[in-house]
C-alpha cells in the first residue's frame, strides 16, 4: 500500500541497490587501506525507463539538471552515469519509471562458413541467388576485444584500408574525437582517418586476438590462400565497409569497475550500437551488427532493457 501512495516516483530496482551496496563496500575497503573515495566519484552506469507518455528527452533534461552525465536516449530507454549518491533523486525526477543496471555479457560464438554457405553467397552460385553478395556498400559492425587494425584481413585488393572507424567507449585515454549524438555525448571517442586507425601508438588494442579473430569471420577480405576445405579464406563480406568498437573501456575503466564490484559491459555495448546506427544512417548504408557475446543474467522474454535495444 505503501508504494502505491509514493505517488508518480520510479524505483531503484534490485540490482541496482546491490551495486550501490558493492560500491559502497569497497569505499569502505579503501578507506581501511588509507584511501578516501569522496562520494561523486562512486558512480555506476544505469539504463533509466520512462513512464508512458513521458517525453524522454525532457526527463533526460531533468535528469542532468539532477546531477546525472546523459549518454544516449532511445525512444523511451536513456543511459546514464551518475554518483550512487544521486539514485534516489534520479529516482524521483518526474517522468522517470525505474532505474536498472546492464546484464552481464561475456563472448561466447561459434560461426560455420560451410553451414551458411556463405561461400555460394560471395560466389552468387547459390541456387536462388540473383547475384554474389560481398558485402559491398554495407557497413560490418563488430562489437569485441582484441582487434589489429593493420592486419591485412582488412584491407581490400588495391591495399586501402576497409576500416572506417574505430570507437572505444569508455575509454577516456583513447585520444580521438568525441561522439556527440543530437544533443548528447557517448563516453569514450572515436578515429575515423586511416593515418589514426593504421597508428598503433594510437589505436592499440591487445586485449588478446578474439576482435581480430571475428571481424575476419565477418568482413575479411577474400585471399588468394586457400583453407583446408579449398574455399579461399576469407570473411562473410569481404567487400564491406568495417567498424570496430571495443567491448569495453581502457585500463582506467576496468581497474575502476573491479575497484566498484561493478560491470558495466552492457552499458557501454549499448552505447556503441548507437553509434553504429547513428554511421548508417548519416552514410545511408544497411548496417549489420556482429557480437560474438551473451547473457543469461536477468528476464529471457524479451523485455529486457538489452533486448529493447536491440
Not at 569497497?26 to 578516501?36: D, L, V
Request: hydrophobic letters at 35%; proline letters at 3%; one cysteine or more.
Amino acid at each position: 500500500m505503501s508504494a502505491l501512495t509514493a505517488g508518480a516516483q520510479g524505483f531503484v530496482t534490485h540490482r541496482a541497490k546491490v551495486a550501490k551496496q558493492q560500491s559502497e563496500i569497497q569505499a569502505k575497503k579503501a578507506a581501511t587501506r588509507g584511501q578516501s573515495v569522496a562520494p561523486e566519484r562512486q558512480r555506476g552506469y544505469f539504463f533509466v525507463n520512462c513512464e508512458q507518455g513521458a517525453d524522454a528527452q525532457q526527463v533526460a533534461r531533468q535528469l542532468k539538471a539532477n546531477g546525472a552525465e546523459v549518454r544516449m536516449v532511445k525512444g523511451d530507454l536513456i543511459l546514464l552515469d551518475a554518483p550512487y549518491s544521486k539514485l534516489d533523486t534520479l529516482a524521483s525526477t518526474k517522468g522517470v519509471w525505474k532505474i536498472d543496471v546492464g546484464p552481464k555479457v561475456g563472448r561466447r560464438t561459434d560461426i560455420s562458413r560451410k553451414v551458411t554457405q556463405a561461400g555460394d553467397v560471395i560466389n552468387g552460385t547459390g541456387g536462388k541467388l540473383p547475384q554474389a553478395y560481398t558485402g559491398k556498400g554495407v557497413i560490418v559492425g563488430v562489437i569485441d576485444d582484441g582487434f589489429d587494425a593493420t592486419h591485412p584481413m582488412f584491407k581490400d585488393k588495391d591495399g586501402n584500408l576497409r576500416i572506417k572507424a574505430v570507437y572505444e567507449p569508455g575509454n577516456s585515454n583513447f585520444g580521438g574525437d568525441s561522439v556527440r549524438i543530437g544533443e548528447w555525448t557517448l563516453t569514450g571517442s572515436v578515429y575515423t582517418k586511416t593515418e589514426d586507425i593504421l597508428d598503433t601508438t594510437k589505436v592499440k588494442n591487445t586485449y588478446g586476438s578474439h576482435g581480430t579473430h571475428c571481424v575476419a569471420i565477418a568482413a575479411g577480405s577474400t585471399s588468394d590462400v586457400k583453407a583446408l576445405s579449398g574455399q579461399p579464406i576469407g570473411g562473410m563480406a569481404p567487400e564491406a565497409d568495417i567498424i570496430f568498437c571495443r567491448a569495453g573501456g581502457d585500463g582506467d575503466y576496468y581497474k575502476w569497475a573491479q575497484n566498484n564490484g561493478y560491470d558495466a559491459n552492457a552499458y557501454l555495448i549499448a552505447e556503441s550500437l548507437e553509434y553504429l546506427a547513428y554511421e548508417a544512417t548519416k552514410q545511408q548504408k544497411p548496417l549489420v551488427v556482429s557480437m560474438s557475446l551473451n547473457s543469461h543474467d536477468g528476464w529471457h522474454d524479451g523485455t529486457s532493457n538489452m533486448a529493447y535495444l536491440l
